[in-house]
């Protein structure tokens, strides 16, 4: 018997007793298919791949390295500060004429919303109502790192040329108090330059479309090289496969990872991050108005008190805000210095004025609240109202 050709593609042997080997029509070259498609190498680099750092021995590549403690502070705990002098805590009613303004421009925003009411019902009474909302910020910073890396150009080379400075002794431009922002820094003397894991320095990959073939199935014969019975494939020129477009029949890309550069900079990246964490406590008023509305409108301010460490408001005149400033002082300092720096603290306390007014029309009593110094409008139970359909 005849012995079959044995054919070489990209230093793999292929013969008629191979399953890749494919019958071309007769006269073209044989063309083979790919192996079935194997690991594509790893994707996550190896431990050994990092150094180990003093002062960064948890840090972790991809994942960070958990929160960093911050140091214990250098200043003195903040002395307790006296509270707010004592106002005319009852809020000033708003006039009949603002209450009307405001019932009807809030039924002009709404497309099925008669005016009538608004416009002509009758104000039989109007009722102001103390509602307090005291709110605590804390300004913090947290630090965190991960390793990282990017491709290697011929970046500076620094690690082990002496110590890195501890990540809470580099130095970072914070926002502005109460502002979140963000900063990721390059800490120093941990960059080093090691042959990149995904292509093991060899600057390309196989190519996942084809699996390094650089050939894949003509997708108009399916293969046979063959159409319409023995017409010979135009498209594959009968051989049953096409150069692979992905990469331009080479069998390999360029490795994504480094670039083509054969080797990466790694080194530690600080991540800093300042975050306003914000807690209010609406005192509860028997207006009938749901405290959830206040959270859209501002207040007058009553009392304002920023600094490192706020001691809780003092001499309040309603108890219930006493107790929650004291509370969410506690939660904060609790829940805050153990995983941040705690850089600074805001309470105010501000003072909602709501109005519910009643009003009559068409021989019935009905109801609606003004509040916020946006004079903004709550009525539920609106009496002229359609039912609108969108076409």
Known sequence: MESQPIL?????TYGMGNPGYIPAAQGAPAIFAPPAAGSQ????????MFDSMPGYEGTMAGGGGGFLPPPMPAYPAPK??????????????ISENTAREAF????SSKCCYSSAPAKDGVITSMEAFNTYRYRLETFTETRSTEWSHEPYTGQPVDAFSQPPPGPWDIPAKSPNFFLDGKQIIKVPYTSSVKTCHVCVGMGRRPCKECAGAGNKMCWVCNGSGYRH??????????????????CHGQGSTQ?????????LLVYINLTVKWTNNSDCYVVEQSSGLQSDNLSSVSGNELFRDSQYMVYPVMGFPDPTVV?????????????????SRILQQRQTIELIPVTRVSYSWKGKSHIYFVYGNEYKVNADNYPATCCCTVM
């Open 104 to 107: 009807v421009q809030f039924a």
């Open 8 to 12: 070489s593609d990209q230093n793999r």
């Open 255 to 263: 490795c994504e990872t480094c670039r083509g550069k054969q080797q």
């Open 80 to 93: 307790p500060e006296p509270g707010p002098e004592q106002p005319h805590w009852n809020i000033p009613s």
């Open 323 to 339: 107790q929650a400033a004291q509370r969410l002082v506690s939660e904060h300092t609790a829940k805050y210095s153990q995983t």
């Open 229 to 246: 019975g023995n017409d010979r494939c135009t498209h594959c020129s009968g051989r049953g496969r096409e150069n692979c477009r992905h």
């Open 41 to 48: 190498g790893p994707t996550a680099p190896p431990a050994s």
